[in-house]
């Protein structure tokens, strides 16, 4: 059973370019495979994933979201923005 799991309706998107090692779009492409979905939903994911278990970012995100003024950043406001990912 895999992880990541392929979305069931699609989020609104953003675009951003990345650059990755040629072994990791490899892999990238073989686990898009693997859960039939594509790599953009991948990277995505496995981002979330990083942003849902780290919690020294959490407490530092609770703490600077205290200390300053929202700003309209969508990345900022907590709005998904999916990668781009060329192979």
Request: proline share 6%.
């Amino acid at each position: 059973m895999s992880i990541i799991k392929k979305p069931e309706v699609p989020p609104e998107i953003g675009t951003l370019e990345i650059q990755i090692e040629q072994p990791l779009i490899q892999m990238l492409d073989r686990y898009a495979e693997f859960i039939g979905s594509d790599c953009n939903h991948v990277v995505v994911s496995a981002v979330r994933v990083v942003f849902k278990r780290d919690y020294e970012f959490k407490r530092w995100l609770r703490h600077r979201d205290g200390s300053q003024k929202p700003t309209q950043d969508r990345r900022e406001s907590g709005e998904v923005a999916t990668k781009q990912v060329k192979s």
